[in-house]
Structure formats: C-alpha cells, structure tokens
C-alpha cells in the first residue's frame, strides 16, 4: 500500500467486492480500487476470502485501520439477524468478528449507508454542515444515515418509514427502482419524493439532505422539484463513498 493511504475500505456488495488504499486528506482513492465479483454462493467463509484477497493485492499493513461496509444492520459483538443481498448463512454471524478471523487481524465493519453517508459529511457534500445531516440512498431500496455534528448514529432505516395515506413502506413508493419499473417521469417521481422527504423533515428537522444513489448523476432532473424546507442536495462522492467512508470510520475507531 502507497505511502500516501492512511486506511484501506471495502465496500461489499450482492454483485461486486470492491477495494481500496484511502487517503484520507483527500477523502479519496490513494489507488485505483479492485473489484472482485460476488460469488454466486455469497457464504462468509467465500466472502471473507476475498476480502482477505484484497488485502494482500495491496499489500495492506498490518497497522493500517480496515473498514468495511456491509449491506445490513451492524452491531459488533452481536450476531446478525437479517441479510438481503448475500446469502443467508450470514444470519446469526457476528459480521465483525468473521472478517476479523477471515483477515488474521481486527477490522471494522459499518453499515454501507452509514459509510456513504459519513463520506459525505467528512468529504462530500455536507463538510462543514452543523447539526443533523441524514444522506440517503436512492437505489433498489432508499438507504439511510443520520450524522449529527459529525458523530454517526448508526443503523437507521428510515427508508420503511410507512407513509400516510395508503401509501406503504417508503422505499416501496419512491426508491428509484419503482420509478423505473412504474415508468415514471422525473417531475411525477419527484411527487413521490416530497411525501417521503416531507415526512422525514416532519420528524426529525434536519439541517441538510443529502442524496446519494446511482441516479444522484442526474439530480437536475428530480431535485429542483422536491418540495421541501429543508436544504437538499446530491451526494458528491458516489461510487466511492462506501469504500472511502468505512476507510475513515475505521480510522477513528483504532
């Protein structure tokens, strides 16, 4: 690994395992990223050998803080109790300790919104925001992450908040998925997104949105037309945001 990283992140995904050297005083990639593709069998013995993979690629010191984002709720010493997008021998693994083990030496685990998010606020979008930050991601589902102050509030998921109205679990109204499995139109999908955003602001008042997620590339076409009090805004840092914001979560916790 490069002198110029301080931190190596890992961002696994259900399609791709991709890895990076960070450095973190520019809250970007020290090195091109690796991308492994999932295994189809998705197991924590196949996942974790990859991960291990990664490390080696890049030479990674042992002394270097390893952060990794991970698509579920994570609570370190406690074993996971659901699992969408990997296999589902996952449930009942304490995720941590696994890629510790897998690795042959501690790391640390984030939820991958939590690390998206905390990118944003360390390096993105809402550097030098006060308050209450929630980043959110626009995707199959609508991810979540609250930063207050800079401190992370881990695990929220407020992407099934229930809307009022009949209109359900949020995430199955106004993910981007729907949109495009519903044919929406921008402006109409933009409808969905005040209702959802709205309720959201209702409860919790933040001081700044920001939206993340593949569609963030075309933010023109939807945001202008959320209508919202609070600030909203595109996420910056997009594709890198998992790797860079576990990267730095694990930074401050070694």
Not at 5 to 19: L, P, Y
Not at 65 to 79: D, E, R, S, T, W
Not at 142 to 149: D, E, H
Not at 203 to 221: A, C
Request: glycine content about 12%; overall charge negative.
């Amino acid at each position: 690994m490069i002198e110029t990283a301080q931190a190596f992140g890992v961002d696994i995904g259900g399609s791709g395992i991709k890895g990076a050297p960070v450095d973190l005083t520019k809250g970007d990639f020290a090195e091109p990223r690796l991308k492994i593709l999932t295994p189809e069998n998705s197991t924590p013995d196949a996942v974790g050998a990859i991960v291990k993979q990664l490390l080696d690629h890049f030479e990674v010191p042992a002394d270097a803080p390893v952060g990794i984002a991970f698509p579920a709720p994570i609570k370190p010493g406690k074993p996971l109790d659901f699992m969408a997008n990997l296999d589902q021998s996952w449930i009942g693994v304490d995720v941590q300790q696994c890629f510790s083990d897998a690795c042959g030496r501690p790391v640390t685990v984030v939820n991958d919104a939590d690390a998206a998010g905390l990118a944003e606020v360390q390096f993105g979008a809402a550097k030098g925001q006060d308050g209450l930050v929630i980043a959110t991601t626009l995707g199959t589902g609508i991810g979540t992450a609250l930063i207050y102050n800079g401190v992370l509030i881990p695990n929220s998921e407020l992407g099934h908040l229930e809307l009022p109205k009949g209109k359900g679990d949020a995430e199955k109204y106004a993910a981007s998925s729907i949109r495009e499995q519903e044919g929406l139109g921008y402006k109409k999908w933009a409808k969905r997104l005040t209702k959802y955003y709205g309720l959201v602001e209702h409860y919790f008042n933040p001081d700044l949105f920001v939206v993340g997620g593949g569609v963030s590339r075309v933010s023109e076409k939807f945001l202008p037309y959320v209508d919202i009090k609070t600030p909203i805004v595109p996420a910056k840092l997009r594709n890198s945001a998992g790797i860079v914001g576990a990267a730095y979560y694990a930074s401050t916790k070694q």
